[in-house]
C-alpha cells in the first residue's frame, strides 16, 4: 500500500461526458502528479501540483484540467470525452517538488480505470 | 532529461539473480538514475536510484558504470511476483518522471 489513495477504481461513461477523478497523496506529500495510460501510449505525464500550485505540465489536453485544494487532494476533471480517453489514471504524490538532489521518489496510487463507450 | 535505452523484454529463472541493463549515454552529471516496476496494471513501484555510486535496498541493487552511461539493476533472488515491467528513468530536477516503454521481465518458474 503506496498510502495514495484515488478514486472511483472504475468508472464507465460515454463520450461527451465529463468525469472527476479523486487523489489523496501520502499524509504530508506536497506534490502531486497525474498520468495517463493507454495501451497504445505507455505512461504519459499529464500535470504536477505543489502545494496547491501548478509545477509542470506534459501532455494534457486542453479538455482536461486539474486542481490541487488546501487539503492537498487533487481531482482531475476530464470534459467532452472521447473514445480515445479510455484509459489508466494514476495519481502520484512526493514530499518535494523535485529539488535535483535526488530525493522525493514518487508513490503511485493504483488508478482509476476510465472506460468510454 | 536524457533518454534511456531497454531491452523490450528478459526472462529469468526463478531463485537466480535479474540482471537488467539500462543504456542512458547523453546522462549529464546532475541526472539521478531512477528504477521503477509496475506489476500488471497496477500503480508504479519506485524501486532505488543513485547519482554515481553503487546502492543496494532491501529490493534491489543499482550498478552504475565510472562513466555513467549505462547502468544494471539487480534483483539478487527472482521470484515469480517479480515477474513486471521494469522502466529506467534518468532525471534531474523536477520530478514529473517520463516513463519510457521499459522492459518486461518474466520470471520462470
Known amino acids: 500500500d503506496s498510502g495514495v489513495t484515488q478514486t472511483p477504481k472504475h468508472l464507465i461513461t460515454a463520450t461527451g461526458q465529463r468525469v472527476t477523478l479523486r487523489c489523496s497523496p501520502r499524509?504530508?506529500?506536497?506534490?502531486v502528479y497525474w498520468y495517463q495510460q493507454s495501451l497504445d501510449q505507455g505512461l504519459q505525464f499529464l500535470i504536477q501540483?505543489?502545494?496547491?500550485?501548478?509545477?509542470a505540465k506534459g501532455n494534457i489536453l486542453e479538455r482536461f484540467s486539474a486542481q490541487q485544494f488546501p487539503d492537498l487532494h487533487s481531482e482531475l476533471n476530464l470534459s467532452s470525452l472521447e473514445l480515445g480517453d479510455s484509459a489508466l489514471y494514476f495519481c502520484?504524490?512526493?514530499?518535494?517538488f523535485g529539488a535535483g538532489d535526488g530525493s522525493g521518489e514518487l508513490f503511485f496510487g493504483e488508478g482509476s480505470r476510465l472506460t468510454v463507450l | 532529461d536524457a533518454k534511456t535505452t531497454q531491452p523490450p523484454s528478459m526472462d529469468c529463472a526463478e531463485g537466480r539473480a535479474a540482471n537488467l541493463p539500462c543504456n542512458h549515454s547523453?546522462?549529464?552529471?546532475?541526472?539521478?538514475v531512477y528504477w521503477y516496476r509496475q506489476i500488471h496494471s497496477q500503480g508504479p513501484q519506485y524501486i532505488i536510484h543513485g547519482l554515481k555510486n553503487n546502492e543496494t535496498n532491501e529490493m534491489a541493487s543499482l550498478i552504475i558504470t565510472e562513466d555513467r552511461k549505462s547502468s544494471t539493476l539487480i534483483l539478487p533472488h527472482a521470484t515469480l511476483r517479480d515477474t513486471a515491467v521494469y522502466y529506467c528513468i534518468v532525471k534531474t530536477g523536477a520530478n514529473n518522471l517520463f516513463f519510457g516503454t521499459g522492459t518486461r521481465l518474466t520470471v520462470i518458474p
Open positions: 501540483y505543489y502545494n496547491g500550485e501548478e509545477r
Open positions: 547523453t546522462i549529464s552529471g546532475n541526472e539521478y
Open positions: 499524509s504530508g506529500d506536497l506534490s
Open positions: 502520484a504524490s512526493s514530499s518535494s
